[in-house]
Structures are given as C-alpha cells and as structure tokens.
C-alpha cells in the first residue's frame, strides 16, 4: 500500500505506512523520534538534548500555525505569522522546519534530514 515510514523508526518506531500518516501531528513525532534517534546515537548530554528538542519543536510550531496568519488559536513563539493566511501545507512546512533544525543541529547527517 506504501512504503514503511523510515523517518523516527528508532526501535519500536512508527509501523504505518506513509499513505496512512496524513495528520501533521503524526509528523511532529516522526520527527521527534528522529531527533531522539539522533540524540541516543550521540550520546548526547541532557543539555543537548533538550536544547535538541526545544528548538526542533519551537520551528515546527511556528512553521505550522505561521500558515493560519492572524487566524491561529495559538500565540507564536519565535517567528510572528503572516499578517494573511497562507494557503499552505502544514506537513509541508513541519518537515521543511524539521529538516532545516536537524540538519543544522546535526550537519553530518544531513543528506537523511533533506532525503
């Protein structure tokens, strides 16, 4: 039916497919286990593993609600949204933020982060 999710498969992992991970809040966690997978196979500190997650969370917070302009049930965080609504994906703007934090915070990895 799809191909099996390989984004945040960091053991137990997500077990769906892609054709049956359609809410952006699916692709929060995807990219939260990511990140997670990341942080274990570093053996990062809990410092950086928080820093790690506060920002990653924070991007695809105001990359998702910033598309809702001055709609959003939500106050932003870092980035103000756009004075109109925008007509566009959250999935779309989760991933791009996701991807750009984590390939930022973890540049050797980064042709998994954009792939």
């Not at 999710?5 to 286990?33: A, C, M, Q, Y």
């Not at 570093?42 to 410092?47: C, N, S, T």
């Amino acid at each position: 039916k799809g191909n099996k999710s390989s984004k945040g498969d960091s053991g137990g992992g997500d077990s769906r497919t892609d054709d049956e991970i359609r809410n952006p809040g699916d692709f929060v966690l995807l990219w939260n286990d990511q990140a997670l997978a990341e942080v274990r196979s570093l053996r990062l500190g809990a410092f950086d593993a928080v820093r790690t997650y506060a920002i990653l969370n924070v991007a695809m917070f105001d990359a998702a609600n910033g598309l809702d302009g001055p709609d959003s049930n939500f106050k932003y965080a870092l980035i103000e949204p756009a004075p109109e609504k925008i007509n566009g994906n959250k999935i779309a703007a989760i991933s791009a933020a996701a991807s750009t934090v984590l390939s930022e915070l973890f540049p050797d990895n980064d042709f998994f982060f954009k792939s």
